[in-house]
C-alpha cells in the first residue's frame, strides 16, 4: 500500500496577529467561540487546544470559521471575516459572498450575515465589482425549483418576539422616507450598519416558526432597500449580492410575492443597467410564473411593467404593446376597499406605472408616446419623492430631445438638475449622463451649450 502524502501544514500568521490584536488567550477565544456557537445553535465545545491546532494551520470545518470570525470581532469591536482569520480555505471570496441561494435556511442566515459584515468591513472587491448577468438568472431558477422551508424556527441564542420583527419594520419605514427625500449617498451606511449589528443578531437568535417567518420577511425588505441604495451609490455588483440574498429571505419567510417582486423589480431593474433585455424578461416572467395566484392585481401589473420594459429594450415594440396593455389592465382592476394589497406594493401607483411604460416608449423610440407618460408619471407623484421626479423630469427631457424640441429638453433638464442638487444619487447623474449624450447632435446650439456648463458646474461642485 502506497504511503498516504504528508499534509504540510503553514502557521496561521493572520489568526495569531488578530489573538495578540485582541487580547486573547486561548482558553479565552475558545470560551468566546463556544458561545457564539450556542447563539447559532452549534455545540463546539473547543478549548485551548483546539486554538493551539488552528495556530498550527488546521482548519476547522463547517461553519466554525464564521463563528471563530464573529467572536474574534465582538472583542475587537469590528467586523472580522473568514479571510482576516486566515480560514478561508483558498475560497475566492470576490466572487463568493452573497451571489448563493443557500439550499438551508441557516446556510441562508450565514451567507447574508458574512455579506453584511464584509460590506460594513469595506471589503473591496464588493464595492469594485462587477454585475454578472448569469448570477441574476441563476438564483430565479433556484427560486422557481425550490420548495418551501419546512421550519425556520430557531431555539438556541437571544429570545426573538413581533415586538423585534416591528422594529426592523419602522426602521425599514423610516429609512425608505430618508432614501427618497435625500438620496442613498445619506443613507446607505446606515442600513448597513444597522444590519450588521442589529438584524445579524436578530436572526442568529431563538424564535417561534410564526414569528422567524415573520421576521425573515422583514429582513428581506430590508435587504431589498439595500440592495436599491447600493444602485443608488454606483455599486451594482454589490446591489446583485444583496438582491440574491433577499430573495433566499423571501422564500424562508414563505412568501413568493414579495419573491417576485425582487426578481421583477430590483434584479430585472439591475439588468437593464447591463444592457441585457433578454434577462429583464426572463427575471419578468420567472416572477410571474413563482408566485402564480398569490399576487393581487397590483403586484401583478407591477411584474408585467418590468417585462413590458425588457421587450422594449430587445425592440419588440408589438409584445411591449401587449405586455404593457396587460398592465395597464391588471392595475385597473385593483380594489383600494378590499386591502388585500401588501405594504411593499403600495408604492406602485398609477404614476409608477407611467412612469415604467415612459421608459419603454423613450426605448422604442416613440417620443411623443413616452412624452406623454412622463408627464403623467410627474403629474402624480408627490413632492416628497424627489429622485423620481427628477428621473421623470429627465425622461420627459429625452422624450423633448427625441421630437427635436431641444429648447424644452433643456429647461426640462434644468428643473432635473436643481431636484438632484438636493440628493445624493449616482442614479440621478447616470440619467443626466444619458441625457448629455442625446444632446450631442445639438451641443453648437446655445440652449444645449447652457446645459452643459450648468452640468460642468455641478460636477465640479
Known sequence: MAARPLVVRRPNERLQALIQEAGCSNAGLARRVNMVGVERGLDLRYDKTSVARWLRGQQPRGRAPGVIA????????????????????????????????????????????????????????????????????????????????????????????????????????????????????????????????????????????????????????????????????????????????????????????????????????????????????????????GARGRVTPRVQAMFLAAEARGHALLGDGRTCDEVAAEAVAALERTDPEKGDDPDWIAHFDHAYLADELAHCYRDLGRAETAARYASDALEGLPESRARRRAIGLVLLASAQVQQREVEQACCTGTRAVELLDTLRSSRGAEYLDDLQLRLEPYAQEPPVREFATRLEQRTAA
Not at 106 to 118: D, K, M, T, Y
Not at 194 to 217: D, M, P
Open 70 to 289: 464573529e467572536a474574534l470581532g465582538r472583542k475587537l469591536g469590528r467586523t472580522v471575516t473568514i479571510d482576516e482569520i486566515g480560514m478561508a480555505g483558498g475560497k475566492n471570496l470576490a466572487t463568493g459572498v452573497g451571489l448563493q441561494f443557500a439550499p438551508t435556511v441557516p446556510g441562508a442566515i450565514e451567507q447574508v450575515c458574512e455579506l453584511w459584515r464584509s460590506d460594513v468591513g469595506r471589503r473591496d472587491f464588493l464595492s469594485g465589482s462587477a454585475v454578472a448577468a448569469s448570477a441574476l438568472v441563476e438564483p430565479s431558477r433556484d427560486w422557481l425549483i425550490t420548495g418551501a422551508d419546512a421550519q425556520v424556527a430557531r431555539t438556541a441564542g437571544a429570545r426573538v418576539g413581533l415586538s423585534d420583527v416591528e422594529a426592523v419594520r419602522a426602521m425599514t419605514a423610516a429609512l425608505t422616507e430618508m432614501d427618497h427625500r435625500f438620496g442613498s449617498g445619506h443613507v446607505r451606511p446606515v442600513v448597513a450598519h444597522y444590519l450588521n449589528s442589529v438584524v445579524s443578531g436578530l436572526l442568529s437568535g431563538s424564535y417561534r416558526e410564526a414569528v422567524g417567518r415573520e421576521l425573515f420577511a422583514a429582513v428581506a425588505r430590508l435587504t431589498e432597500l439595500a440592495g436599491y441604495m447600493a444602485v443608488d451609490t454606483g455599486q451594482p455588483g454589490l446591489a446583485q449580492r444583496y438582491y440574491i440574498q433577499a430573495l433566499r429571505l423571501a422564500q424562508a419567510a414563505g412568501d413568493r410575492a414579495y419573491g417576485g417582486y425582487v426578481l421583477a423589480a430590483s434584479m430585472s431593474h439591475l439588468a437593464a443597467e447591463l444592457g441585457t433585455p433578454r434577462e429583464i424578461a426572463q427575471l419578468a416572467r420567472a416572477a410571474q410564473e
